[in-house]
């Protein structure tokens, strides 16, 4: 599993609160993801960072806000959850810095009502 | 939108038989990928082909690339049940950054 953990697994919150989510991983790895997974779409890119306080935007972004004040952590934020961002979202790294694969964490499901 | 597509969605075979998913992308690539996701869990990567690759084989798995038609292709041989999932392309086509875009995927069952 690449030593990456996603913190909560599961989340049920209301719409207009903010959520934060935690990817963490344990190897250092300088590139680090945020997607999230809903039917019919595949996985979209929401950001990703490529260091500790470099992030950009992915395909998605609106409404998602990251933070990454150190290498081993990466955190989603919604700033006002809407039922919109229901959705299970992943977590991945890439190692190295050729075109290496990404490595996912297991997933936080995450409904707003 | 999505860069790659899969084909066909979903897919239901006998356990022993071939199975092969096709993918088709939009914009030149530096190279294609392909993923597995069991029910409920993340991705696991597969394996990758460069753009300069025409074919490549892990295991059971053979994944052809043809640049001049934009599309890959992934062929399970002789099944097995715990082939059972779901299965992603993902085109990088970046360069800078390594983002890879993910196709919506084929769901195979694999029938003992």
């Known amino acids: 599993d690449a030593g990456i953990t996603q913190s909560p697994r599961h989340k049920v919150t209301e719409t207009g609160t903010p959520v934060t989510l935690r990817c963490h991983q344990t190897?250092?790895?300088?590139?680090m993801y945020w997607y999230r997974q809903d039917p019919g779409h595949g996985l979209r890119l929401i950001h990703y960072s490529y260091g500790v306080k470099d992030t950009d935007k992915g395909e998605v972004s609106d409404g998602y806000s990251v933070s990454r004040s150190k290498t081993e952590d990466f955190l989603l934020t919604l700033e006002s959850a809407t039922s919109s961002q229901t959705s299970v979202y992943f977590c991945?790294?890439?190692?190295?810095?050729?075109?290496?694969?990404?490595?996912f964490g297991p997933g936080t499901r995450l409904t707003v009502t | 939108s999505q860069q790659g597509e899969e084909d066909p969605q979903a897919l239901s075979i006998q356990e022993g038989e071939n199975a092969t998913m096709n993918c088709s992308y939009k914009t030149s690539i530096n190279n294609l990928q392909w993923y597995r996701q069991n029910s409920g869990r993340g991705l696991v990567h597969l394996i990758l082909?460069?753009?300069?690759?025409r074919e490549k084989h892990s295991g059971r798995l053979r994944v052809t690339l043809d640049t001049s038609k934009k599309s890959s292709s992934l062929l399970i041989t002789a099944s097995r049940a715990a082939d059972t999932a779901s299965y992603f392309c993902?085109?990088?086509?970046?360069?800078?950054?390594?983002?890879?875009?993910f196709g919506i995927g084929t769901k195979l069952q694999v029938i003992p």
């Open positions: 991945a790294i890439k190692k190295g810095t050729v075109p290496y694969e990404q490595y």
């Open positions: 082909i460069r753009s300069n690759e």
């Open positions: 190897e250092n790895h300088r590139y």
């Open positions: 993902a085109t990088d086509n970046s360069g800078g950054y390594q983002k890879v875009t």
